[in-house]
């Protein structure tokens, strides 16, 4: 850390140069986004947030971290995920997680101890970015010490700016009346520059208005971000030791008998489990429910088991007072026998999903919580070993270390991809296809499903892509969330999922089968026309309605 981040006050070299640049990023924001649908815009915006701050660091004589630089590991791949990957909830996890790593890297920047930090550490540097977006412009600007500029740079800096006004003032009538002449000398000429001029529409006036403003405040706030990188080394209060905030006030005795209760009850319920549940399918019909039912009526519940257990522990673990080695021990061996019973219960839960995808088939939401459980159940692990090292100031890292896996997990497995391979599986194997479901999932699934089509031997399954296809073509010609088809997208909008789907749509158009995939439209007076709210197609001699789906489990 360099001499001049080492107090509350950062000594600025030069003011303008922070100002220029983060308003140059509130404008690139209006320029990648404004009345477009996002793209390749949210990878380049990310990816520029986090440059432009290392940047400025250099100009400022501030070095970061070295550490800092592992986060950009992550940062940089879900970034890039964010224009690969079209399911929603991927997408929506990429951009808060690479918000979420930005935060993490503006609080640790020049500390660089993020990997210390504790729970209670990632809430107050919340608290403490926050707060400073807000308002550490106005303190570090209105306390700026006079020795940070030479005495005449102010002065020095309104002469430039009152001539660079003058140039503008002075050029502009000149440029339009050339430009006048340029136009009646070419007439496609005239006509961009007639276009340009119309950009400029009275009419207008109001957006452009408050699209300035928005870029001034979006400067504002990501100026306050950066000046919080670097006006001081924020990780200087983490030790070794925990500093706490809220003492310890529960006695190992009274932490014992919540444990203790909670594990006498997992027991008990970890017991039936291997009676009725692991016993199979004959237990279970004894008891008046079908597998499927047992399976659907619990999962969810028990993750939520799962979840609640750790987040107990976590919080007994904080607040119960271990001043001797026998008070650790046992509370360390009651930890250990949760979350082994917790770890019976998951399995418990990943048994009655698999029931349950085995009977319904694949859905997102299955899916997300197939792999969350996975990642839950390596948490555990995780904490019980730190518990018994006697290590628990790492539990925030492994809490960490575990969301970005299984936010990366997502990313590598393609959910509606893998959805749409398992439920074309389950049908070779004589079970039902969904073919409404498949056409409602977004474009990461169209390679998948044209391979498998091209690669199918079955009439039937080849029918059934042939229609998801078919149904997936027609709602996103017509529709999307900005209203506008797929081919008029501008390049910010550049999307390798929905580029990949539109290029199969056009390469089945010109191949001998194309008939295939074509849809049919109800007659009738309460709909729209050739609408994709409209379309059907036939699948097995069945109307499958390209309307959407409406399931979420």
């Not at 440059?51 to 879900?78: C, D, E, K």
């Not at 001081?232 to 070794?240: E, M």
């Not at 006030?249 to 549940?277: K, P």
């Amino acid at each position: 850390m360099t001499e001049s981040t080492s107090s509350e006050t950062l000594i600025l070299k030069n003011k303008s140069v922070l100002i220029w640049a983060v308003l140059a990023a509130g404008w690139l924001f209006d320029f990648l986004f404004w009345d477009k649908t996002a793209g390749i815009s949210m990878a380049i915006y990310l990816l520029v947030l986090a440059a432009v701050g290392f940047v400025l660091a250099r100009y400022q004589g501030i070095t970061p971290a070295r550490s800092i630089y592992w986060l950009l590991i992550p940062l940089t791949f879900f970034s890039i995920m964010t224009f690969i990957r079209a399911e929603p909830m991927t997408t929506f996890l990429n951009i808060a997680a690479s918000l979420f790593l930005l935060g993490v890297i503006a609080h640790s920047f020049t500390g660089g101890r993020w990997w210390q930090y504790r729970f209670k550490d990632y809430l107050t540097g919340a608290f403490s970015v926050t707060l400073d977006t807000l308002f550490r412009q106005i303190s570090i600007f209105a306390g700026q010490p006079k020795a940070a500029e030479a005495p005449n740079t102010r002065k020095q800096g309104m002469r430039t700016s009152l001539s660079i006004l003058r140039g503008v003032l002075i050029a502009l009538p000149v440029v339009l009346i050339f430009a006048a002449m340029l136009s009646e000398a070419d007439p496609i000429f005239g006509q961009a520059f007639e276009k340009f001029v119309d950009f400029f529409d009275i009419e207008n006036l109001g957006e452009y208005i408050f699209r300035a403003v928005l870029i001034c405040f979006l400067g504002y706030l990501l100026l306050g971000v950066y000046l919080h990188a670097y006006y001081k080394d924020h990780d200087t209060a983490i030790t070794d030791e925990e500093q706490r905030v809220v003492p310890r006030f529960l006695g190992i005795t009274e932490a014992a008998i919540v444990l203790g209760a909670v594990n006498l009850l997992f027991l008990a319920f970890v017991s039936i489990q291997f009676q009725y549940f692991f016993g199979g399918q004959t237990n279970i019909n004894l008891e008046g429910y079908t597998y499927a039912e047992y399976a659907r009526r619990g999962f969810g519940e028990l993750v939520a088991v799962a979840v609640f257990s750790l987040l107990l522990f976590l919080g007994l673990s904080f607040v119960t007072k271990k001043e001797h080695q026998t008070a650790r021990r046992v509370f360390s061996g009651m930890g250990v026998l949760l979350f082994a019973l917790v770890s019976v219960i998951l399995v418990s839960s990943f048994q009655r999903l698999l029931l349950y995808e085995a009977v319904y088939g694949f859905t997102q939401l299955r899916t997300y919580t197939h792999v969350f459980i996975i990642w839950l159940g390596a948490l555990l692990l995780a904490v019980s070993a730190l518990e018994v090292l006697q290590k628990q100031r790492y539990f925030a890292l492994a809490g960490l270390v575990a969301a970005i896996g299984f936010v990366a997990t997502l990313n590598i497995l393609n959910v509606d991809a893998f959805i749409v391979r398992q439920n074309v599986e389950r049908m070779v194997e004589g079970e039902p296809l969904d073919v409404g479901y498949l056409s409602s999932l977004t474009e990461d699934a169209v390679p998948v499903m044209s391979d498998l089509y091209n690669q199918a031997e079955d009439p039937a399954v080849q029918e059934a892509l042939a229609g998801a296809l078919a149904c997936h073509a027609v709602v996103n010609e017509f529709y999307d969330y900005a209203n506008r088809p797929y081919q008029n997208y501008t390049w910010q909008s550049f999307h390798l999922a929905r580029h990949q789907a539109q290029q199969d749509w056009q390469d089945r158009q010109s191949t001998a089968d194309a008939d295939r995939f074509s849809v049919q439209y109800y007659d009738d007076e309460y709909s729209e026309p050739e609408s994709w709210w409209n379309a059907y197609v036939i699948v097995g001699g069945e109307e499958v309605g390209c309307g959407g789906y409406y399931g979420w489990d």
